[in-house]
């Protein structure tokens, strides 16, 4: 007896899917992976059944998921990145020239061959007649459902470590695209209804260190992507910070742990009081503090000011910055056209266009991928560092050591427009970056040390030192620990003069 056209679009998309976990299949004993991959078939085909019989809804729905987690298991399969709510945040809020960036032509044809076969898939269900009986698929879906929670409650079996990866819903596809989604669409309501974070400027403080003679200048620059380790400052060895070691007022604290792998996540919590037991943002930025006691304040960034700006992350805690300046409102280079020396001229016109005390946060694009479009021709020291993929990975090193190099010259030119006042540059950056680690490439991975692992550097300047000789020794002090993104807030109010009171947060002199 022919099988029918619904038995053989389960079958066929069944396969599929067993088929996208081709890398933890890959990892198990031939016995392992034949057991795995006939589970894999026979428990999509179970769940397929079901589905079909809700004819209407699954031709729209498995079309769409079966795109999402085509294109998940490329970018799993070639650059480990697994999908997650992380990841479809990322893709939302993404702008268009970091997604053209990200858009290698692996990824666009993935992309293509995703629409193509999900149309096919969506003809081929409305051309299905009535699917298989539900009773078959209900007893077989009832004697594997056992296997997944044995798997599960016995997690720690050596059996149960080599399979799970394949076969638990919470990796397998399409099980956790579905899982991804639904995640993602909880926090996404949880995002839009939270209210807005309330002032830092009611937070209990206090100013202890008026300089009305020497106005104090302080500059908090955001880093993306740049991990520690590739920071000469460090003991890398090569040599990616020139300019930055021969300054004699430079503190490095080496490496320090980041609060997340993802700008999104990080960069709000490196300037508010969250901290990595309490992460909840519910205060904005340093600068309404700054405010409250006279400073002047801006916010200058590499990024574009867009319509929906206000309501993005890091733009949602950037409270009352007096200045607010985007890549848009200074220049017309486009995303793969610009580099941070940019953003010189513009800090140099606010520290000239401002009185007394200031802070200026200066949001960087530093290392973010693509490498090789983050430096100008003079930084480009490492060759060969032009690349498409990630099949030599020594390019692509040579790319990213060169976009810190970058970095270095940008930090440096800072000092230099500051380094007569009463002044203070603290940088540190959002997150670090996977670069061929056990295949893994970018971030978006919190259980990765290297995107997790980020410089955190503090330069002073002479005049400063001068006035401030406590706070100098405490910083150096301070080199050797274990120190993590919880200190940035506490540490800058402190640094510009201000006492917080009745704080758990590590502060760095008490008052």
């Excluded at 044809?109 to 698929?137: M, Q, R, T």
């Excluded at 205060?283 to 319509?307: E, H, P």
């Excluded at 610009?338 to 606010?350: C, G, Q």
């Amino acid at each position: 007896m022919p099988l029918s056209r619904s038995t053989v679009t389960i079958s066929l998309l069944s396969m599929a899917f067993a088929g996208m976990m081709y890398v933890p299949l890959s990892r198990l004993s031939p016995a392992y992976a034949a057991f795995a991959f006939s589970y894999l078939v026979l428990f999509n085909y179970s769940t397929l059944a079901i589905a079909l019989r809700l004819k209407k809804i699954s031709s729209i729905l498995l079309p769409i998921i079966f795109a999402l987690s085509f294109v998940g298991a490329y970018l799993y399969t070639f650059l480990h990145i697994k999908i997650s709510a992380n990841l479809l945040f990322l893709a939302l809020e993404t702008t268009v020239g970091e997604a053209n960036e990200a858009l290698s032509p692996g990824v666009i044809l993935s992309i293509f061959l995703a629409l193509v076969l999900s149309i096919a898939i969506y003809f081929g269900i409305k051309g299905c007649e009535k699917p298989p009986k539900l009773k078959w698929p209900v007893i077989l879906l009832l004697l594997l459902i056992p296997i997944n929670v044995g798997l599960s409650k016995f997690s720690k079996h050596p059996v149960a470590r080599q399979l799970r990866p394949a076969l638990a819903t919470k990796y397998a596809f399409p099980f956790c695209v579905i899982d991804s989604v639904a995640n993602f669409s909880i926090r996404w309501v949880q995002y839009k209804t939270a209210p807005k974070p309330q002032s830092s400027a009611l937070l209990e403080s206090e100013y202890i260190a008026p300089q009305k003679n020497d106005p104090l200048t302080l500059i908090f620059v955001i880093g993306e992507s740049a991990r520690a380790d590739h920071f000469q400052l460090n003991g890398y060895g090569r040599e990616t910070t020139p300019r930055l070691s021969k300054e004699k007022n430079v503190i490095t604290y080496g490496s320090i742990h980041s609060f997340a792998a993802l700008t999104r996540i990080s960069v709000p919590a490196m300037l508010t009081p969250a901290t990595s037991k309490k992460p909840k943002i519910t205060t904005n930025s340093f600068l309404d503090l700054f405010v409250k006691y006279g400073f002047s304040t801006a916010w200058i960034s590499a990024n574009s000011r867009m319509a929906y700006s206000s309501d993005m992350p890091t733009t949602r805690i950037m409270g009352n910055a007096q200045q607010t300046i985007f890549r848009n409102d200074f220049t017309t280079a486009d995303y793969s056209g610009f580099r941070d020396a940019m953003m010189l001229p513009v800090i140099k016109k606010v520290l000239s266009t401002t009185h007394g005390n200031k802070v200026i946060v200066v949001h960087t694009r530093g290392s973010h991928f693509n490498y090789s479009t983050k430096y100008s021709d003079k930084y480009r020291k490492f060759t060969p560092d032009k690349y498409k993929n990630y099949t030599n990975l020594d390019t692509v090193i040579n790319a990213y050591d060169n976009s810190i190099i970058a970095t270095d010259g940008f930090l440096a030119d800072v000092y230099d427009m500051v380094k007569k006042q009463n002044a203070l540059v603290i940088y540190s950056s959002d997150h670090g970056e996977s670069l061929g680690e056990e295949g893994i490439f970018m971030h978006g991975n919190d259980k990765r040390p290297e995107q997790r692992s980020v410089p955190f550097i503090i330069w002073y300047s002479n005049k400063y030192a001068e006035l401030n000789p406590a706070y100098v020794t405490a910083l150096k002090e301070q080199v050797g620990k274990k120190l993590s993104h919880d200190v940035l807030f506490p540490w800058t109010v402190n640094l510009g003069g201000i006492a917080l009171k009745n704080t758990s947060l590590p502060v760095l002199i008490a008052n």
